[in-house]
């Protein structure tokens, strides 16, 4: 069965580092995703990307917050300057195209982002 | 802006027990709505979803979700739980005729069954 997956599983770095977090979704999917969990709190969303563009983003997808699609598989989240509050689980989705909402979103296993 | 809420935050129970989650959603319009999983160490899976029809919804591994119009409710149910479902359980929604595919998920229930 195709999935998502992320690289690195676990990432560490210094506050004010750059980090980029790398994901390849389902081949023939045309959405993708990032959400993040906060450690105790809920999963939320940052930002949705189709046909190279943005299409939607939360309040927390500020201008620290890029994402990428370099090539015909990777779909990459890139934070500048880290602080210690982005400190969390990054998940990465993918959904097939089509226009329902409904789609289903499959997820990725996450990399756990920790900033010291 | 919509919200969920997912009362248990921890369930425990022992084997062949019934099961209910409870999931409350707070949103004016028609929404689709999820159930996921994610065992110790897995991703999150897809349980069951509600878009439209019959509001009992059957999903995999013996799991049913039933929505509620009325009470904006999409409770989670299983009639005997496994020990394998021990894992955290997530509500999610999506708003329908906005264009947006974000999920909105709730806090989420972790669930330990005892064998």
């Known amino acids: 069965e195709p999935e998502v997956t992320q690289t690195p599983s676990h990432q560490v770095t210094q506050m004010g580092q750059e980090v980029i977090l790398r994901c390849v979704p389902i081949?023939?999917?045309?959405?993708f995703y990032w959400y993040r969990q906060i450690l105790g709190q809920k999963v939320e969303f940052l930002v949705s990307?189709?046909?190279?563009?943005?299409?939607?983003k939360s309040e927390i997808f500020d201008d620290q917050f890029s994402v990428e699609r370099p090539d015909g598989s990777n779909f990459t989240l890139k934070i500048r300057s880290t602080k210690l509050e982005d400190s969390a689980m990054y998940f990465c989705?993918?959904?097939?195209?089509?226009?329902?909402?409904?789609?289903?979103?499959?997820f990725g296993p996450g990399t756990r982002l920790t900033v010291t | 802006a919509q919200s969920v809420s997912q009362h248990n935050h921890h369930v425990i129970l022992s084997e062949a027990a019934s099961l209910e989650l409870g999931c409350n959603y707070s949103?004016?319009?028609?929404?689709?709505l999820f159930w996921y999983v994610q065992y110790p160490g897995q991703h999150l899976q897809l349980l069951l979803k509600?878009?439209?029809?019959?509001?009992l919804v059957k999903g995999i591994k013996g799991f049913e979700a039933e929505f509620i119009k009325s009470k904006f409710s999409f409770n989670l149910r299983k009639p005997s739980v496994q020990w394998s479902d021990t894992a955290e359980y997530f509500c999610a929604v999506n708003a329908v005729n906005t264009g947006r595919r974000a999920l909105t998920f709730g806090s989420g229930t972790r669930l330990q069954v005892q064998p």
């Open positions: 990307f189709y046909n190279n563009e943005i299409s939607e």
């Open positions: 509600y878009f439209s029809g019959d509001p």
């Open positions: 989705a993918s959904s097939e195209g089509g226009t329902s909402p409904s789609a289903e979103q499959y």
């Open positions: 949103y004016g319009g028609t929404v689709n």
């Open positions: 081949s023939n999917h045309l959405y």
